[in-house]
Nanobody
């Protein structure tokens, strides 16, 4: 099982980016999926999560700006990021519980310039 993330890049403050993370391999079940981020010198933190029933949760600083969603048929989770701020700059990682095991994707860099 692998998680492949894409969609990072450089954007000006106020701009938008959409991250995608596709799971592949021998997948029998996917429960929680989410996005974490880690800025230089800081600990990795949960940005947004979505459980199998569709309920979502967000880190306080991104509420109202970021939206997590998933396409069950494509085994893909998305993170729509609007009104980006310089403090959103970080490496973003996708995470998923697949077949009752936790997997991490390689990070994708998001850089927001002021």
């Amino acid at each position: 099982v692998q998680l492949q993330a894409s969609g990072g890049g450089l954007v000006q403050a106020g701009g938008s980016l959409r991250l995608s993370c596709a799971a592949s391999g021998a997948i029998f079940s996917i429960n929680d999926m989410g996005w974490y981020r880690q800025a230089p010198g800081k600990q990795r933190e949960l940005v947004a999560g979505i459980i199998s029933g569709g309920r979502t949760n967000y880190e306080d600083s991104v509420k109202g700006r970021f939206t997590i969603s998933r396409d069950i048929g494509k085994n893909t989770v998305y993170l729509q990021m609007n009104s980006l701020k310089p403090e959103d700059t970080a490496v973003y990682y996708c995470n998923a519980v697949i077949n009752r095991m936790e997997y991490w994707g390689k990070g994708t860099q998001v850089t927001v310039s002021s």
